[in-house]
């Protein structure tokens, strides 16, 4: 039996039997210009297109099923052609559904299985998160600054921290600044990015990856928030021990995947993976990957350096 699927806003619905499809057009929940998909299709298509295969013969409400302003009956040909605007895009022939092209997103493209996938390995996955980390510690500075500025600016919070009689405002942002919001921020960045149409965090996107289910689909929130609070508590519990180890783990597994990754059943891979362009996956390091590599190699060896100065200036002293 054939599986149909069709767009409802930004969601995609289904899977459906096609007569459970005609019964939805004959309820007016979709509309001859709601895009749809079925196994076969190269990219989602409008409806129209498939009035023939789904047996759509009672048309005569198309006008108010349509309610976009827009008589697509004597206009199969600009559709077919792609000149008909879609609903919502104000003309032109984009659409959030359409099938990755050489130069478009490829977020919303149905998951194809079966062909080749590229897993992303240990230096994609640190170089992503080097990145992360950068943007979550320049979210906290700025909420730290705020912070302090509502309650007295940093000599009041260096007080606050050492006075036996600390007022209840600072110490009620001290336990929120230093303990409680790092962990909601971090939470709600890394579950909703994850689960969204892109499927990546801000050092992922930068690196060329994604993460999905086992089976190439996208993440519910609720499984995104899973996989953070596996990686966060094993990091928490054992002092960053298993945190270590599962970046191992992502390098060495056969599907590269960490502790947290097997407890949620989630996969880090290449952006292309699960669509119908996994040719265009990538196996080398890319340009933003080797160059966080070099960074953090330079930041290292100056950190090391300038332990060294410090202790060989001491020496001289003494």
Known sequence: MTEWYYADGQDRQGPLSADELRLRFQRAQITLATLVWREGFPQWKPLSEAVD??????????????????DLRGDYTAIDNGTAPLPGTGGGTFSPYTAPTSGGSHAEAMVVGGGEVV????????????????????????????????????????????????????AIFIVLGVYVLPMIIQALYFTLMHASTRQASLG????????????????????????????????????????????????????????????????????????????????????????????????????????VMTIVMAAAQS
């Not at 295969?53 to 827009?70: C, H, K, Y």
């Not at 606050?160 to 209840?168: M, Q, R, V």
């Not at 999905?212 to 021990?241: E, H, M, N, P």
């Open 53 to 70: 295969e789904l047996q759509l013969q009672n048309l005569a409400s198309v006008a108010d099923n349509v309610g976009t302003g827009i």
């Open 119 to 170: 897993y992303a390995g240990f230096w994609k996955r640190f170089a992503a998160a080097m990145i992360d980390g950068l943007v979550m510690s320049s979210v906290l500075v700025l909420v730290f600054l705020v912070g302090m500025l509502l309650f007295g600016g940093m000599a009041s919070f260096m007080g606050g921290l050492n006075s036996p009689e600390t007022s209840p405002g600072m």
């Open 204 to 307: 992922k996107l930068a690196v060329g990856i994604k993460v999905v289910r086992g089976d190439g689909q996208r993440l519910t929130k609720a499984r995104s928030l899973g996989r953070w609070a596996a990686l966060f508590f094993s990091y928490l519990i054992s002092c960053g021990i298993a945190y270590l180890a599962s970046g191992i783990m992502a390098g060495v597994t056969q599907r590269k995947q960490g502790l947290h990754d097997m407890v949620a059943d989630t996969l880090v891979v290449d952006k292309w993976a699960f669509t119908d362009q996994p040719e265009r996956q990538r196996r080398e390091l890319g340009t933003v990957t080797l160059v966080v590599i070099a960074l953090t190699v330079l930041a290292v060896l100056a950190y090391a350096g300038l332990i």
